[in-house]
């Protein structure tokens, strides 16, 4: 079976841009890599999806609750998988690296929760995903922090650059912290790999939050997926 490596992250942490980065270095080494990214915004297995973030189901993601919000991203990742990638999964010699997965279910949802029902819902999930739905079980699960304050920011100019209207998970604030807090909960209890996308800047006097850089973020994911420095 291939490997399966996952890059989550906190809103405007970068993840896309880190999977694909990955991806061209494993290529450029002649690995056969498959890159996916979900939620698979534009097929019928999103529609889902698409109803719940875009507000039809109500203006706050707390007005749909966590086991049925996960039950959309969940079907959209088994359809993607019976219908797209799986005979790139049962490839040897193949790398799927995929720009979130489960494990955005286990930071956004989880975040909806009291923390005393957070660790039954996280078995709850990891067993509806991999063994009730029978989709893949990473290899390897990688998490880009960053605080909910530089999250904002950043998705925010993101989408004044691109025109991109932003979800209801990215316009609610303290529904940030909150994901914020299940993600290292998360994290520590499924030992995911937690790489910072930020450095503290204290050259003006005051501390400055600031995204590292994407070669930086870059060379840690390399490391953590067991790659080394050598990938080019």
Known sequence: MARLLVIEGTDGSGKTTQAKLAADALRRNGIYVRDLSFP???TKSSAFVEMYLGGELGSSPEDTGAYAASTFFACDRYISYRMDWQKDYRRDDCVIIACRYTSANAVHQLAKLPRSEWD?????????????LGIPRPDSIIYLDMPPELSVSLVAKRS????????????????????????????????WK???????????????????????????????????????
């Open 40 to 42: 698979t915004y534009g």
């Open 120 to 132: 039954a819902f996280l078995d709850w999930l990891w067993d509806f995903e991999y063994v009730k």
């Open 160 to 191: 004044e650059t691109t025109g991109q209207k932003l979800d209801i998970h990215e316009t609610d604030y303290e529904y940030i912290k909150a994901c914020r807090s299940a993600a290292m909960y998360a994290a520590t209890r499924l030992e």
């Open 194 to 232: 937690l790489i910072p996308a930020y450095v503290v800047d204290i050259s003006e006097g005051s501390p400055q939050l600031i995204l590292r850089t994407p070669g930086d973020i870059h060379a840690d994911i390399m490391k953590a997926m067991g790659f080394g420095e050598k990938q080019s």
